[in-house]
């Protein structure tokens, strides 16, 4: 994103933010009436886009045979009407002495009248709750800046400020907050590891929908480079909290994605019948949950054909979640389906029945990829984390890629990090080469090139030819190999094999460590250390034997003047 939107998200979120500081309420409750609004700006520009078309047949076929109420119309051509009442510039115009807040209700009333799809959806009464003594002040004044949001853009950037404020309102909202977003690079590039294209996707812990909308804009790009044919991709959505389903039923419709998303827990409920059902997965479910009812989980076949998570004893449990979640997106996938979770870094090594799951899920030749993420990627979640990724269709199936991440990362702020767009393309690429795919590893060489070549500054030639360097001093020959502290591909025999390392999936088991101060591996910093060790018992030992002479020869004076 550019410096301008950047500023302008920001401008954006503070203005929002004083709803919270002059009502009381928490991000949990003014983040639904911020985004309410957000989405009543989409939908005016993208109802405006259409507007002189849907008049102009209206008009057409008024007073014929074939006369068509303008909102059918609308319908047909836009996916939803827009009355007077619910378009952005009626609200925009209201003096403060309006009851703005009643006039926004309309608004979504109006939208609701004509797409029954929403009802239920679309924030209302929300904006009553509003306590604050200028409450309509404060509306006044979201309205007239939400409405510097550009509109003669790509309409993915309603999107951007909309993840933007999802961001913030979890970063506010605190631990909790997490559960409706998930950072948007992280998801990036699991979408860019997948590559998906067409099919039925499903999110069973979906938030806001965060995951969708990422892959649904990297299948429209890729469509689009392809002779744009239509995108052929639905949404399945499960979501556990009411609200948050709306915001994502919400970011669906801000992002022309279809698809459906229900209200329920995915513990004990499968409301698309998973089982062998989906191209691709994407979620980021909560990690470590408790109390789990084992008897509602041990006899569904999505949880049970690996084998489930429990305790031994007379009284077994489920231990935590993880694994449900991890047998959930197994599962899912059909018989060429791609998944991608994160998950808590605990899970690539836990022991007991989840061992054995794992075990089965490895040697099932399943899994396909692992990958370490940095700390504090996740504004609300400081726990550190894996990406697990697995391939139904994988070419080895005696075989992982390993890649440890933890080093590569840009800095935003004090506490929190995320991936660079170059970052996520080289960590992509990596995938790109192990399934022998040297030709996308120079079309990223020449994509860097170019940008070095049109770059304006210095600072920014220097960037692109960093990226540049990057990549063949790792892959000099276009061509996938191991680098210790980056990559490594395990074998499931044999020496340092994941049967060897007890079926662990921790990338950091395999891919070996370099030691950035001196380039020394683990081993070679381990022989180092052992060679110094060594040299100082030499010099202990030294050191005894002069302490020795200086005693005895400090004897011998003392005798001498005695």
């Given amino acids: 994103m550019n410096q301008k939107l950047n500023d302008l998200k920001k401008n954006l979120w503070e203005v929002a933010d004083e709803l919270r500081a002059n009502s ?25 886009q259409f507007e002189d078309e849907i008049v102009k047949e209206y008009e057409a076929l008024k007073g014929g045979r074939r006369e068509k109420k303008i909102e059918e119309i609308a319908i047909e051509k836009c996916g939803f009407y827009l009355p007077k009442q619910s378009c952005y510039s009626y609200l925009l115009n209201l003096s403060e002495e309006e009851d703005i807040a009643n006039k926004i209700k309309e608004a979504m009333e109006g939208i609701e009248k004509f797409s029954p799809e929403f009802a239920g959806v679309l924030p209302k009464d929300n904006y009553h709750d509003l306590s604050a003594d200028d409450n309509n002040k404060i509306l006044n004044r979201l309205l007239r800046n939400f409405n510097d949001i550009p509109t003669d853009s790509e309409n993915d950037i ?43 996707v499903l999110d069973p812990a979906c938030g806001s929908g965060g995951m969708f909308v990422q892959t649904a804009h990297y299948a429209q790009a890729h469509k689009e480079k392809n002779g744009g044919q239509p995108l052929n991709l639905r949404a399945y959505g499960v979501e556990r909290t009411g609200e948050t389903v709306k915001l994502a039923k919400m970011n669906l419709f801000l992002n022309n994605i279809r698809g459906e998303i229900t209200e329920a827990n995915s513990y004990y409920a499968d409301p698309y019948d998973s089982f062998g059902n989906f191209d691709y997965v994407l979620a980021n479910p909560p990690f470590n949950v ?46 060429t389906g791609k998944a991608a979770l994160v998950m808590a870094n605990s899970a690539s090594d836990a022991g007991h029945s989840e061992k054995e799951i794992r075990k089965a899920l490895i040697e099932d030749g399943i899994v396909s990829q692992m990958v370490a993420l940095p700390s504090n990627m996740f504004s609300t979640v400081t726990l550190p984390a894996t990406l697990w990724f697995f391939d139904k269709q994988k070419k080895e199936q005696d075989e992982i890629l390993f890649i ?19 970052q996520i393309k080289n960590l992509a690429i990596i995938n790109r080469l192990y399934e022998e795919d040297s030709e996308s590893f120079y079309e990223l060489i020449k994509e860097y090139e170019d940008s070095r070549e049109s770059a304006t500054s210095e600072e920014d030639k220097k960037y692109f030819q960093k990226q540049i360097d990057w990549l ?24 340092d094999g994941i049967i060897e390392q007890d079926y662990s999936l921790n990338p950091g088991r395999y891919v070996g460590v370099v030691i950035e101060d001196d380039g020394m591996t683990a081993d070679q910093f381990k022989d180092k250390i052992s060679a ?21 020869n400090l004897d011998s004076m003392v005798i001498e003047y005695e």
């Fill in 532 to 552: 110094l060790n060594d040299e100082l018992k030499q010099l202990n030992e030294q050191s005894k034997e002069l302490e020795k002479r200086i005693e005895k």
């Fill in 158 to 200: 309603f999107g951007e400020v909309y993840e933007y404020f999802l961001g913030n309102f979890a970063l506010a909202e605190g631990q909790g907050g997490g559960e409706f977003y998930t950072p948007r690079t992280v998801v990036r590039y699991m979408v860019e590891v997948l590559q998906p294209s067409e099919g039925k």
């Fill in 24 to 48: 009381g309420l928490k991000a949990s409750a003014y983040s639904t009436p911020v985004l309410g609004l957000i989405f009543l700006k989409f939908a005016d520009a993208k109802y405006e």
């Fill in 472 to 495: 063949l001093e790792r892959f000099p020959d276009g061509k996938y190999q191991d680098v210790i502290g980056l990559c490594k591909v395990a074998k499931l025999d044999g020496e």
């Fill in 290 to 335: 408790d109390n789990v009812e084992l008897d509602l989980v041990k006899n569904q076949k999505r949880f049970n054909k690996y084998g489930v998570p429990q305790t031994k004893g007379k009284k077994p449990k489920v231990p935590n979640a993880n694994y449900l979640w991890i047998n959930q997106f197994a599962t899912a996938l059909n018989k």
């Fill in 404 to 422: 440890d991440a933890r080093s590569i990362f840009t800095q935003v702020g004090r506490a929190l990090r995320e991936f660079s767009d170059e």
